[in-house]
């Protein structure tokens, strides 16, 4: 658990010391407000990183089930441990109602939002309190990090020290028989095994709970009926990675738009959400969290 002694805190996530009047950590740019937040608590606070390629819907997707676990939905009670931590769910909350889809996530790290949220689940045989600290991190980062590791050094301190990862997947693009989807998610996991200590050993199974979530499955209703199946046809690479290298894999179909329009002008199109439809949202936390 990281630290504050004498003026010095250590960052949440890649551990550097800094200066008690710093807001981001000078190495990582991640908010020091999360020590603060976390100071005192008998419990180290759990890390699940959301992943996904650009244009997957990360953004909405993490504001959407930030938004229903603060709602208490399937009787989560979720109490956010510091006023920077409601900022994304309100954006895309806001957004959405005014039929607009959210800004993409700035590249640079010291503009990402961050969450950190105390979770208790009171459906399970005994309370159980879960500390949930989640970054919304800009796809074409993690496309950089991935193709070249060390460009963004957080997220290799984000995945060591994560318990869990939610790996976003855009089914309606591999569907169309795109490769791409397929490809970034089988990048992506061959990263998380460099990374990981497990996966350095070679011949040990990464045990990290990984939840593949397969976005805008709205356009292909083949998703909901089985996603495993799904994934197995048309993301066989990824398919095949998570069957030979981890031990704890789950895939869930997951839609947020209920109809989708177009507006065109100058050229440019704009598509616009004409009002949300929440489906397999809250599903692959709750099974996350049955890791854990």
Not at 234 to 239: C, D, E, S, V
Request: proline share 6%; aromatic share 10%; charged share 20%.
């Amino acid at each position: 658990m990281s630290m504050i002694l004498d003026g010095i805190i250590d960052c949440l996530i890649c551990d550097t010391e800094n200066p008690a009047q710093q807001t981001l950590c000078v190495k990582c740019s991640a908010p020091l407000a999360l020590v603060t937040s976390t100071y005192g608590a008998k419990r180290d606070p759990q890390i699940v990183t959301v992943m996904g390629d650009s244009n997957v819907g990360k953004t909405v997707y993490l504001g959407f089930l930030l938004d229903m676990l603060s709602l208490r939905a399937n009787q989560f009670e979720a109490v956010p441990k510091g006023a920077y931590s409601v900022d994304l769910q309100q954006t895309v909350i806001s957004y959405m109602a005014y039929r607009m889809f959210p800004p993409k996530t700035p590249v640079e790290a010291n503009q990402w939002k961050w969450s950190y949220y105390e979770i208790l689940q009171r459906e399970s045989e005994a309370a159980k309190y879960v500390d949930l600290v989640t970054p919304d991190l800009a796809g074409e980062a993690i496309a950089a990090e991935v193709a070249s590791p060390s460009t963004f050094r957080i997220i290799q301190s984000l995945l060591y020290k994560s318990s869990a990862m939610l790996l976003l997947v855009d089914a309606a693009l591999a569907a169309s028989g795109s490769s791409q989807p397929d490809f970034f998610g089988l990048k992506m996991l061959s990263y998380v095994e460099s990374m990981l200590p497990a996966g350095k050993k070679g011949r040990t199974l990464i045990d990290m709970p990984v939840a593949v979530v397969l976005t805008k499955a709205d356009y292909v209703p083949a998703c909901f009926d089985d996603p495993r199946r799904f994934a197995e046809a048309n993301l066989n690479r990824l398919w095949n990675m998570c069957e030979s290298r981890f031990s704890t894999v789950e895939f869930f179909a997951s839609s947020v738009i209920g109809s989708l329009a177009y507006a065109a002008s100058d050229e440019v199109v704009t598509p616009i959400p004409l009002h949300t439809a929440l489906s397999g949202i809250l599903e692959p936390f709750e099974w996350i969290i049955d890791q854990l």
